[in-house]
């Protein structure tokens, strides 16, 4: 079973700040995907990165693969209240999701 | 074009109780995925099925779990005889079929049955 270890697992910040999360492995993927989810809904797609080293920016987010891709990272700047939620990270190996521990993400005005 | 449905949202059942989660997918979507999920944790994944296919059960419990996606309907995950630690958030996702060269799929998640068990 490949495990990914995020941190910090709780992040309370004020709205303004930047802040970054991390999700590592000792496994490879083809490729590691993020999805954000909110209290009592399911995970939603935000970005997936496929290549080593890759950067991808949506808005305010900021994705990086790493150059073995086994780890990634999620930088948010200024952040919003509506940003708030459970931001999780799943590594791709086959057809198969493996997600990471979690970030809880509150955002407070 | 609806997302993937799962029924019911909310069941309770008394320990020794059977539960039964249901998830249709999205349509055109022949893979199923079921995860668990505690407050503010991490998904855990619990079995992978294709159409009338158990692909990777590796994450269920050897006993009183099971899973199912037949032909036609929705795919059933069930849960023989109950226990209080069984509470949790059961989520099904679904995607289409990978393509080759390493491009991931999406997957599609539906709101989650949330297990209680009294």
């Known amino acids: 079973t490949q495990l990914l270890e995020q941190s910090p697992q709780f992040l309370s910040i004020q709205e303004g700040e930047n802040l970054t999360v991390y999700c590592n492995s000792s496994?490879?993927?083809?490729?590691l995907q993020w999805y954000r989810q909110e209290p009592g809904e399911g995970p939603v797609l935000l970005v997936t990165v496929v290549t080593g080293g890759e950067v991808k920016k949506l808005k305010r987010l900021t994705f990086q693969f790493g150059d073995a891709r086994k780890d990634s990272s999620l930088h948010i700047t200024a952040a919003q209240p509506g940003d708030t939620g459970l931001y999780l990270c799943a590594g791709v190996a086959g057809n198969q999701f493996y997600f990471g521990t979690g970030t809880s993400l509150t955002v407070i005005p | 074009n609806a997302g993937v449905m799962q029924n019911p949202r909310h069941l309770v059942r008394r320990r020794g109780q059977e539960a039964r989660l249901r998830c249709s997918p999205m349509?055109?979507?022949?893979?199923v995925y079921w995860y668990r999920q505690l407050p503010e944790e991490g998904l855990k994944f619990m079995v992978y099925?294709?159409?009338?296919?158990?692909?990777?059960e590796s994450g269920m419990p050897k006993e009183r779990f099971s899973a199912e996606f037949p032909k036609e309907g929705p795919s059933i995950l069930r849960i023989q005889q109950v226990v209080r630690g069984d509470s949790a958030a059961y989520f099904c996702?679904?995607?289409?079929?990978?393509?080759?060269?390493?491009?991931?799929?999406?997957?599609?998640f539906g709101e989650g049955s949330r297990l209680t068990v009294l």
């Open positions: 099925l294709q159409k009338e296919n158990i692909i990777d």
């Open positions: 496994s490879v993927f083809s490729s």
């Open positions: 349509k055109g979507h022949s893979h």
């Open positions: 996702a679904s995607s289409r079929r990978l393509l080759a060269g390493g491009y991931t799929g999406e997957l599609f």
